[in-house]
């Protein structure tokens, strides 16, 4: 039994493995998993001979036979409330926060409490796309030397979650309002999308990833559950009222 | 440059594989040790084949050039004045004190401040001997799950060294901005408040505080300054296009 997760809390943790190539990445990252009790895989788009490889390898773990499939991140966070990108990349990250594993795990422990987290690790090639990083609150990067900044997905996976379970500080409550999940916030951004695109706001702004920009925009509210429903409902109204002015000039 | 070891102290840890099977991990151990800023790789009665295969591969990283190859773990170990071993199992070591990775890499970064440490991993299947054992003075276990304690043993060499170095880089403050003042976030409230009469959403839901709720859901937010400047535009065109949809309503 290792200290601090409970079976509960490592149950809610989500490790997504977002466009991975290399069978042995996918085996190595469900062993890493197991190495430190937990057991939600959940793979978006993998290469998929990779991942029936990787599946049907002698010794594949329990983990990876009841890992998930998702064609897409959006579906792959949806019940989540707190979305974390891993990345090796120092200068790229204009739009995100970055935190070291050690302030990232002490944030994730103390959500995982409460509600279901994910934990995203790009393809051993590019890393996480702009677009998977717009679903992401905010990013987690393991410090690595400058002659060799970036890591093996496993390897990266095992020390990330090595972190999660190392410290077996117990954490006060924090006594917040439970967070919206992916799903809700996804939700609102769309009917943002929608007012935004009636309003004309984005076609006055025209930029190439202006979708990007409003999800990362979103996310950086943190909103809770409830406001999320009070902020979808206002811009319902909204999307409503200038599509009805619409209907009315034509 | 990761900060507490300094150069000469990294290039005073030995990292020695002994008697590894599978030249995947002779690279992949290699890999994590440049990721972490170490140099020093010595590996014991290798597979023959496999480490030719390790050191000959595509992107093989210069510590795999340069690594030393030992015949017997005494001559590994022989600069060295702390020799730590690294296994997974709980129940053997009778003759060894065995230590967390947290107490493990503050001693061993104590002593290489003067001298030389070597860091012993053994072979995938069986682990370090008890012959390669007598020669360590304390253990080193990760603590894993019982349904899964064994670990690749690259992802151990990984944990391990992130351990080491995991203290060592100063985290820049998480990077937060700078807050939106009280006059901007009134600013966007009455901005909001317009449009929300405006779309008639106000109205629909008719209570004696509804402005107050307003006011409060929006410093709810806790908006950077960043992202208030943003939302005011966003809220002042969607005002506006309300109102000019009133306007030729009218």
């Not at 601090?4 to 190595?28: C, K, M, Q, W």
């Not at 788009?45 to 599946?55: I, L, M, S, T, V």
């Not at 990362?216 to 909204?238: E, K």
Request: charge should be positive; glycine fraction near 4%.
């Amino acid at each position: 039994m290792l200290g601090l997760l409970t079976r509960a809390e490592s149950d809610r943790l989500r490790v997504v493995l977002v466009s991975t190539r290399n069978p042995l990445n996918i085996g190595a990252a469900a062993r890493a998993m197991s190495n430190f009790g937990l057991r939600q895989l959940r793979v978006v788009n993998p290469y998929a001979p990779a991942f029936r490889e990787a599946r049907s390898a002698v010794g594949a773990s329990s983990v990876l036979a009841q890992a998930e499939i998702f064609e897409t991140v959006a579906n792959a966070v949806a019940d989540c409330t707190l979305v974390v990108g891993t990345s090796a990349i120092r200068t790229r990250h204009l739009h995100h926060s970055v935190r070291g594993p050690k302030d990232a795990a002490q944030l994730i422990r103390r959500r995982l409490r409460s509600s279901r987290v994910a934990l995203l690790f790009g393809s051993e090639k590019f890393g996480l796309s702009n677009d998977d990083l717009s679903y992401c609150h905010w990013l987690l990067r393991i410090p690595t030397h400058e002659d060799n900044l970036s890591m093996n997905l496993a390897q990266a996976v095992a020390v990330c979650l090595y972190e999660l379970i190392r410290d077996t500080k117990v954490w006060p409550a924090a006594g917040k309002l439970p967070p919206a999940s992916a799903a809700e916030v996804e939700r609102l951004t769309t009917i943002l999308l929608d007012a935004l695109h009636a309003s004309g706001f984005l076609d006055l702004r025209r930029v190439s990833d202006s979708e990007q920009r409003i999800r990362r925009l979103v996310r950086r509210l943190h909103l809770p559950a409830r406001d999320a429903v009070i902020w979808l409902g206002i811009f319902r109204q909204i999307a409503w009222k200038l599509g009805s002015a619409e209907r009315q000039k034509a």
